[in-house]
């Protein structure tokens, strides 16, 4: 995989993780910070490239 890939692939995993977060109990339920620059490309992205990364995350994860 090229850097720029995997750069991509890390950005990613951040995004999902900082966009899954739940809100906290008497905070700002809106607080959660994320990269909006990623979001765009995911929502641009066809369903079938974005399970294949998800997919390809998974895998490497499993296997280490």
């Known amino acids: 995989m ?10 990613l995993g951040t ?9 906290q109990k008497g905070v700002e339920p809106n607080d959660r910070k994320y990269d909006e620059g ?3 490309i995911i929502k641009q992205m066809k ?7 998800m997919s390809e995350d998974s895998e490497e994860e499993s296997n280490r």
């Open 2 to 11: 090229s850097k720029r890939g995997k750069k991509f692939k890390t950005e």
């Open 15 to 23: 995004f999902l993780r900082q966009y899954g977060r739940k809100a």
């Open 38 to 40: 990623i979001e765009r």
């Open 47 to 53: 369903p079938e490239e974005f399970s294949r990364l």
